[in-house]
């Protein structure tokens, strides 16, 4: 076992396409790691921390999952997404996003692509919150530059 799959939160039929997959890549024998939460969160992730274990063994070389945000990796914050492909990398182990197809890169360059993707992600969400308040201040017949004063 070098191969191994990872997916949270997800039906039968979505595992065997993922697992479809990862066949069509040419591997074979693959593990299947397989979180059900209806919570959320890592510290319920029984199946994801026995994957991590396994690849600190040196079982594993490689892990797919669908998307970062799909397998629970993109919770809390971009940092322990990070902190997850830096660990892994640093065991040997490529994680391979079937969505993001940047994934295919070494561990660090990963890290060096998703943290300047999420900034991109934070700069679209800061300018889409300029404009909505822009907007608001339009309709409500406010120059751009005034501000709400308290009456």
Not at 89 to 101: A, C, D, F, N
Not at 131 to 139: F, G, I, L, S
């Amino acid at each position: 076992m070098n191969v191994a799959i990872y997916a949270k939160d997800v039906d039968d039929e979505q595992m065997a396409d993922l697992r479809a997959w990862v066949v069509s890549k040419g591997f074979t024998n693959i593990a299947e790691y397989r979180d059900v939460n209806p919570f959320r969160g890592r510290s319920r992730d029984k199946e994801f921390g026995r994957m991590c274990q396994d690849a600190r063994e040196g079982k594993l070389k490689f892990i797919f999952i669908n998307s970062f945000e799909q397998s629970g990796l993109i919770g809390s914050t971009s940092t322990n997404v990070l902190l997850t492909i830096c660990t892994l990398g640093s065991y040997g182990v490529r994680l391979i996003s079937r969505e993001e197809p940047w994934t295919d890169l070494s561990a660090f360059e990963l890290a060096i692509v998703y943290e300047a993707y999420c900034r991109h992600e934070d700069s679209e969400t800061e300018m889409s919150t300029k404009e909505r308040y822009t907007r608001a201040r339009v309709k409500n017949n406010k120059p751009k530059d005034e501000r709400d004063r308290g009456s």
